[in-house]
């Protein structure tokens, strides 16, 4: 049995004038949806053998927050494959994980973590991938199992889904009508 857990990037702030997006940080709802979620894996005793994330400065700053949540420390490994990209080469990332691991953290960015997910369940899962399909907001956290013992046999439909947790389930403060 494999478990992967995909967490979007946190609310980034567009009034920050950077000069490129992969360095564009968090806003302070972001980072407050970051600790949000930190404190809910923390409740839930998440644990995850292996962290793999974008380098992107709204990534590295949204674990740091989700790390201070969960009140311990992740060790990521920085994928830069990860940063914007397709449901297709998340799978490759996906697929190229140690063997050895069982539970891992993926971090990165939409739309390409929702079309994985959208890519991994199958269509008939029912309530939270609907959910998921209506839309995969900032900081949301969605956890599959897959009946498989080796990454490499990670694949369209062979997922179940058993979470999926959005800010505003934690907090309503934190949905997309509070600032």
Do not use: C
């Amino acid at each position: 049995m494999k478990t992967l857990t995909l967490l979007r990037h946190a609310k980034s702030d567009w009034t920050d004038t950077v000069a490129r997006d992969f360095d564009r940080p968090l806003n302070g709802k972001g980072k407050r949806a970051a600790a949000s979620m930190g404190a809910h894996l923390r409740s839930r005793s998440t644990d995850f053998d292996h962290v793999v994330a974008s380098p992107a400065v709204r990534v590295v700053e949204t674990l740091d927050e989700v790390q201070r949540g969960l009140g311990r420390t992740l060790a990521p490994v920085w994928d830069r494959r990860i940063y914007l990209a397709s449901a297709v080469t998340l799978l490759d990332v996906v697929r190229d994980l140690p063997g050895a691991v069982g539970d891992v953290l993926l971090v990165g960015h939409n739309p390409g973590l929702e079309d994985l997910v959208l890519w991994l369940v199958p269509e008939s899962a029912g309530a939270l991938r609907d959910a998921v399909e209506d839309k995969y907001p900032t900081a949301s956290v969605a956890r599959m199992t897959f009946a498989v013992d080796r990454w490499t046999d990670v694949g369209p439909g062979g997922g179940a889904l058993e979470r999926f947790v959005r800010p505003r389930d934690l907090d309503p403060t934190l949905g997309p009508d509070a600032d």
